[in-house]
């Protein structure tokens, strides 16, 4: 944001000092008041544009989403910040010494009153503003391109333009997955056509399945319980559910370790809730993963690329644990194919009266 900032300032800058001797008003009195109290609110509206540009790349990229409502509710929170929140907030610190700055931290804290009502009015009054998922290779396409407008000058900036539209390229067509597993192998989501994704629980993660939405585009979530005709959702059992893709696939979910042969033999991709060692399925052809996967590895997104165990493409959150902070991973109950710790049952003793005498 900051250097984004920075460049259209010198652009702004270069382009007035060249109209400057061009204009027989800049130097009259009234003009240029008026034109001076215009370029404020324009500036501050200008400031707001240029950083929130800026940084919706990166914000599409983390958390799939950006902000629509952003500029406008920037500017109208603008003038309590600048009239009231900053100026109280200098002038407390200088009151401080002499223990009178009571006055002002309380019109600061009416300033702080507005900004967080306009921020919460613009929320209720603000789109989703879901971005879907930005592959890494339209992030990149995406910082070269602003790199390139930052630093260059003169019209070699106009070079960043071929960038910024590749990097809209390769956002819109994106490749999305197919299946998506969370962290805990305990929800599982199935995607189908026309934004709908289908997911194993009735009562799912309110916080995964909302990203799932937002990274994906899914605007419509399909529990197992809701009577719909949809031939992609899952039905349910005790503890076992099955799905069917797009493409004929059948993915399974277990939670009895005692019916997974059968769920190897009825499905093409069956995902275990407990820890199973690759060999699993056996020689059965369905491809698995399990507990101990996901615990070493994270998050699944699953791409289909043909029919049979072969055509998986599985990318885990942590593919590799070269990282100080994901070794642990690898320590895990799970991740060494064994149960869920169960506390052992305490022992209770009980009082008994001694006999009399």
């Not at 407990?274 to 399990?290: D, E, R």
Request: positive net charge; hydrophobic residues 50%.
């Amino acid at each position: 944001a900051t250097a984004a900032l920075i460049a259209c300032y010198q652009m702004y800058t270069e382009r007035r000092i060249r109209l400057l001797h061009l204009d027989p008003l800049e130097h009259r009195f009234w003009p240029k008041a008026w034109r001076q109290a215009l370029m404020f609110f324009v500036g501050l509206a200008a400031t707001s544009l240029i950083a929130g540009t800026a940084t919706a790349i990166y914000s599409a990229y983390h958390f799939n989403r950006i902000a629509p409502m952003g500029l406008f509710a920037n500017l109208a929170a603008m003038p309590a910040v600048s009239i009231i929140v900053m100026p109280m907030a200098l002038l407390s610190v200088l009151l401080m010494p002499f223990g009178l700055d009571g006055i002002p931290l309380f019109l600061m804290g009416k300033g702080v009153d507005v900004m967080l009502n306009v921020a919460d009015r613009s929320a209720a009054l603000s789109p989703l503003g879901a971005s879907g998922l930005m592959p890494g290779n339209a992030l990149l396409a995406f910082t070269v391109g602003l790199a390139v407008f930052c630093l260059l000058i003169s019209r070699m900036r106009l070079l960043a333009l071929p960038l910024l539209a590749l990097g809209g390229f390769l956002t819109f067509t994106r490749i999305l997955p197919d299946v998506m597993i969370s962290e805990d192998a305990k929800l599982v989501a199935v995607l189908g056509g026309q934004g709908k994704m289908a997911v194993n629980r009735d009562r799912p993660s309110r916080f995964t399945s909302e990203n799932w939405q937002r990274a994906y585009l899914a605007s419509t979530l399909i529990l197992p319980k809701e009577d719909v005709e949809l031939r992609k959702k899952f039905e349910c059992s005790e503890s076992y559910c099955v799905a069917e893709n797009q493409r004929g696939l059948r993915i399974a979910h277990v939670e009895d370790r005692d019916i997974l042969n059968a769920a190897c033999i009825d499905a093409n991709l069956v995902i275990a809730a407990f820890p199973v060692p690759k060999w699993g399925c056996g020689k059965t052809g369905a491809y698995l993963i399990s507990a101990r996967d996901l615990a070493r590895k994270g998050s699944a997104e699953i791409y289909v690329e043909g029919e049979g165990a072969t055509g998986f493409n599985v990318v885990y959150a942590f593919p590799n644990l070269d990282r100080p902070w994901h070794q642990h991973r690898a320590f895990s109950r799970a991740a060494r194919n064994k149960e869920p710790y169960q506390p052992k049952p305490k022992t209770v003793y009980q009082m008994t009266t001694p006999p009399n005498g």
